[in-house]
C-alpha cells in the first residue's frame, strides 16, 4: 500500500525558502501534486506535476515563487518554495493529482512569520 512521507518543512522569515520533499513508497508512474491546508481552510491544491516532469499547474498564489518536480529514479517529488508568505502558512501534503487519492500522509508543517 502506497505511503507519502513528506519532509522538508520548518519555520521561515518572509522572503525566506524552503524546499519540500514527498517520498512515494512505491514506484508509480502517476501524476502527482502539492496541496496545502491553512488553519481553518480546506485542502487547496497547490501545484502538479505530470508524468513526464512537466508541471502542468500553479495556484495564482504561488506563480512565480513555487517550483515543482520530481524524481523518479528515488520516488521522490518536490516543492521549492521561494519568496514565502506569511499566507503560505499551512501543512503542505502530497498525493495524486487526480483520479483517487492515496492515504493522506502527515505532512509538513510551513510556517512563515517575522
Known amino acids: 500500500q502506497m505511503q507519502l512521507v513528506e519532509s522538508g518543512g520548518g519555520s521561515a ?19 502527482m501534486a502539492w496541496y496545502r491546508q491553512a488553519p ?3 485542502r487547496e491544491l497547490v501545484a502538479s506535476i505530470s508524468r513526464g516532469g512537466t508541471p502542468t499547474f500553479y495556484a495564482d498564489s ?3 515563487r513555487f517550483t515543482i518536480s ?3 529514479a528515488k520516488n521522490l517529488v518536490y516543492l521549492q518554495m ?4 506569511p499566507k503560505d502558512t499551512a501543512v503542505y501534503c502530497c498525493n ?7 492515504t493522506w ?3 509538513a508543517q510551513v510556517t512563515v512569520s517575522s
Request: aromatic fraction near 4%; glycine fraction near 20%.
Open 13 to 31: 522569515q518572509p522572503g525566506g525558502s524552503l524546499r519540500l520533499s514527498c517520498l512515494m513508497t512505491e514506484t508509480v508512474f502517476v501524476s
Open 40 to 42: 481553518g481552510k480546506g
Open 62 to 64: 504561488v506563480k512565480g
Open 70 to 72: 520530481r524524481e523518479d
Open 82 to 85: 521561494n519568496n514565502l508568505k
Open 96 to 102: 495524486r493529482a487526480s483520479g483517487n487519492m492515496w
Open 105 to 107: 500522509g502527515q505532512g
